[in-house]
């Protein structure tokens, strides 16, 4: 391999591979031709396979319980409501701009997830979709915000609202997010020194789960002959196109890849954790409320309940343990006994008619190296992902069809995408290989740039407390999440 490269990296979040490799690889030619040149794959992304933590998992080549990041919320103590979001500010890993900075490498990055609020490089950074508003700090260094303002006019951090009926109004801010966001980077490109540049583009994800349902045949809300059938297969050709034009920029010194955080499927429907859990006698409210409730709203009877959970797109299973939370009545010399028991019960819940969808809970100590801050105590993928967890009460049912924070029409899907050209070799013309972890993109990087690559990473080019959050930075990203419709 030869070393002392450039890297770029085209970020995307969401993005399938049966999509980008299979069905629609011959619309894309820009793709087409970096898959031709290189090598790609399916890249296994981490468990949970959701935006954060992936793409810092990515980037530090640690796993969720090593960076103590299990999703987007996070407990902060052992009580029933506090809950940390999973900013900047909570990792304490290195990621790869923090060792190429050290190595006097320049490094750009924009829109990276979990970059939010910016920390100093030595380079350039544009925080990411955390980012409350443009208002706030979000570049470094911070005087780059007023240079962003003079080259591309107002930027776009996200789209305001991705789960919405609106299918005009989504796919409107969605290209004029995407339009700005490549026009930032050709500015970049351009204007900055940079060894190593990192893009991260969200609306493949917002797309996907806005619009899934219109060209996939084998979703439950198929709508046939829709107007939007072709909008993300559109949206993907768009795409292609405007990494055509980054491509024409870079030179042959620099190797390009293109990769995704996990990649996205149809969702069957969801299974309401909470409700379960209080059908199976683990959860005691002292009142049902009569309608549709946030579960950090409802009032729990705690001396008396066992376990809760988080809904998203896994759920997160939490025991009441005697010493460890406020009111347990888990004994501790049971806690193995009542944690296997509850594992076995989620792994046998079917569909609404009983039948099998093949659940998978997992205890954090089997999927992590360590396991850094609060992990949940079971972590549920329900029905390969085809199913989601929604954690509000008020359903009346286990299973529902309907997301409680808005229409979505996708989860997400295990493996992302992997696409790496510009190497010298003769393995790089075409291959598809196999294996391929999220984890090992950091190490090749640093490797391809002739950086020594730390031992504690876990990629194959390789041979914890929770953090004190800033209390105006909590509650601005608070309402940013609630508004994206994380917080359940």
């Avoid at 490109?189 to 991260?200: A, C, L, S, T």
């Avoid at 199976?280 to 809760?308: I, Q, R, S």
Wanted: glycine share 10%; hydrophobic share 35%; charged share 30%.
């Amino acid at each position: 391999m030869t070393m002392d490269k450039k890297v770029f990296i085209i970020g995307l979040d969401c993005a399938a591979p049966e999509l980008i490799f299979e069905r629609w690889v011959d619309d894309l030619p820009n793709l087409k031709r970096l898959i031709s040149s290189g090598v790609h794959g399916r890249l296994k992304s981490t468990i949970p396979p959701i935006t954060i933590p992936a793409w810092t998992s990515m980037m530090t080549s640690k796993d969720p319980g090593e960076l103590g990041v299990y999703g987007f919320r996070n407990r902060a103590r052992y009580t029933y409501s506090d809950m940390s979001f999973a900013t900047a500010s909570l990792v304490k890993e290195d990621a790869v701009w923090d060792i190429l900075s050290r190595s006097d490498k320049k490094v750009v990055m924009v829109g990276v997830p979990q970059t939010y609020p910016p920390k100093p490089v030595n380079g350039s950074m544009v925080s990411c979709f955390l980012t409350p508003s443009t208002e706030s700090d979000y570049t470094y260094p911070p005087e780059l915000k007023g240079e962003i303002e003079d080259a591309v006019g107002e930027y776009i951090i996200d789209v305001k609202d991705f789960r919405t009926d609106d299918k005009d109004y989504l796919l409107r801010q969605i290209y004029e997010m995407t339009g700005k966001r490549f026009e930032l980077v050709r500015y970049l490109i351009e204007n900055k020194e940079w060894d190593f540049f990192m893009f991260v583009e969200m609306g493949v994800d917002r797309i996907h789960h806005g619009m899934w349902k219109y060209f996939d045949k084998e979703h439950i809300k198929y709508e046939s002959g829709s107007k939007y059938e072709n909008a993300i297969k559109d949206y993907y050709k768009y795409i292609d196109t405007e990494i055509g034009a980054l491509l024409d920029m870079l030179g042959e010194e620099t190797v390009v890849l293109v990769v995704s955080d996990h990649g996205a499927k149809k969702m069957d429907g969801g299974i309401c954790v909470n409700e379960w859990l209080i059908d199976e006698g683990y959860l005691k409210l002292k009142e049902y409320p009569g309608k549709l409730t946030p579960f950090n709203k409802v009032d729990v009877d705690w001396e008396n309940t066992v376990a809760w959970g988080e809904g998203g797109y896994y759920a997160r299973i939490f025991m009441n343990v005697k010493g460890r939370e406020p009111q347990g009545v888990v004994d501790p010399d049971e806690y193995e006994q009542v944690r296997d028991e509850l594992r076995r019960k989620l792994e046998a819940l079917g569909d609404e008619k009983g039948n099998p969808i093949g659940t998978r809970a997992y205890t954090p100590q089997e999927l992590y190296r360590e396991c850094n801050g609060i992990p949940p105590d079971l972590i549920v993928i329900f029905g390969d992902l085809y199913w989601r967890s929604v954690g509000s009460i008020g359903h009346g049912a286990i299973h529902t069809f309907e997301n409680d924070t808005g229409p979505d029409d996708a989860n997400h899907a295990q493996e992302g995408i992997y696409i790496m050209s510009g190497l010298d070799g003769k393995d790089v013309q075409g291959e598809r290989v196999k294996d391929l972890h999220i984890m090992d993109i950091a190490t090749k990087v640093l490797d391809v740039m002739g950086v020594a690559i730390p031992d504690d990473m876990q990629g194959k080019a390789a041979g914890g407390e929770t953090a004190d959050y800033d209390a105006d930075e909590e509650e601005e990203v608070r309402k940013r999440l609630e508004a994206l419709g994380y917080v359940e």
